[in-house]
């Protein structure tokens, strides 16, 4: 029989953690490994059957101001971003505003080959299908794409003659997707999709810290990015030296571990999109002509593995110096985050986790 222990506070020079002490010294030795006390880490909340059992901040913020990282440190999150965009697009889905079967051309008048914008549509580009190259000049225009927000990321992209393969056929990642997805609920809702998804999202799920890239991310009140260099230095590498990092559809959210599982939370009590339509986002999408043989993997934005206990609904991301974790396992009803400030091996971190929650 599993007893509920009560929470445990702890401070540190070093750390932040609450935690449950049947699992904190496994699962701090796993973190220890990775995450130095004087350097750039990283934070990780596990909660089970509802409860947060473990959560914890290593390492440092800034390099310069060496502020610790804790559980309310707001990161950029990367990709994970894309699943906020979507359920931006789905809201609106549900109020009868767009369908998931409109094509580009609905939205976009400036496609060089109008045929092709015929033949994307919206839940193309929500699960990675639409064919549509990724043609932008990044290494050639490296300056440009410093500040370039959606609409110049997107631009290109309008620009195409072809396509990769027919939308729907098989599967390829696309981060202009969503900067064309951001577009979209402008174009619908006549405001900022930042605002837009901070007023439906963050608002009923109590993310009170948590913000999104639009030009500039603050200086101040966030962790910055660090890729460590073969001579063991760290530099930083978000706003102003990482290309692309401007274009916020595709990767603009900054949250902390605590407020991506009030994220976690709003989605399953459907606190800004109803039951029907969260199903269907962390569905895999039917698809009726695709050709490729392997399994697909896609919801509307999410990535699903496996099935009944062993689900895995989650997303992962990175973006300069950032890289992220996100994991729901429906099935055993744990979840599962981990934001780093400096590139760390998450895929392997996640593994020794879950071993150990197995174990448990």
Known sequence: MK??????????????????????????????????????????????????????GFGIEDIQTKRIITPQSLFNV???????????????????????????????????????????????????????????????DSIFYLTAKDAENWAPIMQNDTLRFQPGEYWEYSNPAFNGL???????TGEKWQRYISNLIYK??????????????????????????????????????????????????????????????????HLFLDSGWVAKSRTIYPLQNREDSTKFFMGLSWFIHGDRKDKFIGHTGSQGGFISDY????????????????P???GEIR?????ILEEK
Not at 39 to 56: D, Q, S, T
């Open 3 to 56: 007893l509920f222990l009560p929470f445990i506070l702890l401070f540190t020079t070093a750390l932040y953690c609450f935690a449950q002490p049947g699992i904190s010294t496994r699962l701090d030795s796993v973190f220890n490994i990775q995450f130095k006390k004087d350097r750039p880490g990283g934070a990780v909340l596990i909660a089970k059957n509802g409860k947060i059992i473990y959560e914890k």
């Open 78 to 140: 990367g990709s994970i971003s894309k699943t906020f965009v979507a359920y931006g697009i789905l809201k609106l889905a549900q109020e009868g505003k767009l369908s998931l079967e409109d094509n580009l051309a609905k939205y976009f008048s400036g496609f060089k080959n109008q045929a092709i914008a015929e033949q994307v549509k919206i839940f193309h580009l929500l699960t990675h299908t639409s064919g549509l190259p990724d043609n932008r000049p990044v290494e050639k």
């Open 182 to 188: 951001a577009l979209i609920i402008e174009m619908i």
């Open 204 to 269: 009923p799920a109590g993310m009170k810290l948590s913000t999104i890239t639009d030009g500039p991310h603050p200086e101040k009140g966030v962790t910055h990015g660090y890729i460590k260099t073969l001579t063991g230095q760290y530099i930083e590498r978000d706003y102003g030296e990482e290309p692309t990092f401007c274009a916020a559809g595709n990767g603009g959210i900054w949250s902390s571990v605590e407020e991506l599982w009030k994220y976690e939370q709003a989605i399953q009590k």
């Open 327 to 342: 994991v729901w396992l429906p099935g055993r009803n744990i979840f599962y985050v981990l934001l780093c400030n400096t």
């Open 344 to 346: 760390k091996p998450i």
């Open 351 to 355: 593994k020794t986790v879950m071993d």
